[in-house]
């Protein structure tokens, strides 16, 4: 695609990034990083002067924040949208782990799901689990479970929660 892993800085003829880019801007800003697979526009487009290694990225706005962030793996449009220094994240279906940056170890299947943002070592699975937390400030909410369609979007605080079941602490 267009531009599509366009500053990857390669050293020498010789080196090789074993990167893929296909799609217009796809990876567009890694300079150095290796191992990355970006499908899709603007899939782990990035900011300028950063590097980035060992994600995937497919869909639409797949990784596009992605920075210094390493082994994230994003699947559906939009998923993980924000995350850029954050690594071993996992983001399947539209829009999903949408609202946070920095955060590790965190699991996000269904669409919407997890974007409560500033919390670490999460899972939520189930349309639009963990979605519209309002936690305030980064790891109040770590280590938190969510099972379900809109499981636990009342959460306003509180390490190592569980929800599980339609609609459970919403």
């Known amino acids: ?14 080196a090789t990034s ?4 296909i799609g217009s801007y796809a990876g567009y800003y890694n300079v150095t990083g290796t191992n990355n697979t970006y499908l899709g526009y603007n899939s ?14 497919v869909g639409a706005n ?19 949208d924000a995350v850029e220094a954050g690594q071993y994240n996992t983001g399947i279906g539209l829009n999903a782990g949408g ?8 699991t996000y299947v269904g669409y919407g799901c997890g ?5 670490a070592s999460c899972t939520a699975i189930g349309s639009n689990a963990l979605a519209g937390v309002t936690v ?3 790891g109040n909410a770590d280590g938190t479970v969510a099972i379900g369609v809109t499981a636990l979007t009342a959460l306003t605080s509180g390490i190592g929660n569980l929800a599980v079941g339609y609609s459970a602490l919403s």
């Open 44 to 57: 782990g487009k990035g900011a300028t002067g950063q590097s980035n290694s060992s994600n995937t990225g």
């Open 18 to 21: 074993a990167n893929t880019g």
């Open 1 to 14: 695609g267009y531009a599509a892993l366009h500053l990857q800085d390669m050293g020498d003829s010789r």
């Open 136 to 138: 305030v400030g980064a």
């Open 62 to 80: 797949a990784l596009l924040a992605i920075t210094t962030g390493n082994d994230n793996t994003a699947v559906g449009k939009g998923s993980l």
């Open 99 to 106: 609202a946070f940056n920095d955060e590790s170890h965190n």
């Open 115 to 119: 974007q409560s943002g500033h919390a």
